[in-house]
């Protein structure tokens, strides 16, 4: 006999949980939500989990064996970004590039007549927290200078004896070639092995400095709080369904 699969899906919104299970075999969806809890949204979601499982008629004995997936979509992240709630983040990149955060697009909101009034967003890292490192690859990918090793433990040093703990690397032309990003990672490992790093050809592999540099640093920025969140839902969940599949 084959035993049941359910797949469920959680979305955490600022007033209530929406929750959605779907029987893999028949098709079935049902559905419930729950208020929110913006103090710790690991406890809307389990909730929601548990009244699903409910409305299922699935005791937590069976849950293991049924639930085959679990899907979260949540604001967490985004949350902390318009709140502004972020460390301060360390920021590596091409010698020549240090001020690609200032520069940004040429590109004006609303035409031209607004560039007047107009003021760029601030940066998500001041001057003094940006590192460069020499080496440069070409558009498509070719190495014209070399990787230099020295800046870059000097650059992972400054950031391990500031006590910065997040970093974002973007090096020029990484999209087309990530073996400078990749050696950077590497680096940063040795000589400050406590750090969060994001690099530019793992998170927005395109072509423009600013985009790219931007995304990176947003990234580095909310994984240490994501990271702690999904942990938190994956042992909670394991207290219900202990072999189930989360993405």
Not at 5 to 25: K, L, N, P, Y
Not at 170 to 194: S, T
Not at 228 to 233: D, G, K, L, R, S
Request: proline share 5%.
């Amino acid at each position: 006999m084959t035993s049941r699969r359910v797949r469920i899906g959680i979305d955490t919104g600022g007033t209530f949980t929406d929750v959605v299970a779907v029987d893999e075999d028949t098709g079935r969806t049902t559905t419930t939500k729950t208020p929110s809890t913006p103090a710790d949204p690991a406890e809307g979601f389990l909730t929601g989990v548990r009244k699903v499982l409910d409305l299922l008629g699935i005791s937590d004995e069976a849950a293991g064996d049924t639930i085959s997936a679990v899907s979260h979509g949540t604001t967490v992240a985004t949350n902390q970004l318009l709140e502004g709630k972020l460390d301060r983040i360390g920021f590596i990149t091409t010698e020549g590039y240090e001020s690609v955060l200032e520069i940004a697009r040429q590109s004006v909101p609303d035409g031209y007549g607004n560039s007047y009034f107009w003021v760029k967003p601030p940066r998500i890292v001041p001057a003094d927290l940006v590192r460069t490192v020499r080496g440069r690859l070409d558009p498509t990918g070719a190495e014209v200078r070399p990787f230099d090793e020295d800046d870059a433990r000097a650059a992972a040093r400054f950031f391990r004896d500031a006590g910065i703990t997040t970093i974002g690397v973007c090096f020029l032309h990484a999209y087309a070639d990530d073996a400078h990003e990749r050696r950077m990672l590497e680096v940063i490992r040795e000589e400050h092995p406590g750090a969060v790093v994001s690099i530019s050809s793992e998170v927005l592999r395109e072509y423009r400095e600013y985009e790219r540099s931007v995304t990176t640093l947003v990234d580095a920025a909310v994984k240490p709080k994501v990271a702690a969140y999904v942990t938190n839902i994956r042992t909670r969940l394991d207290e219900i369904a202990p072999v189930c599949r989360s993405t």
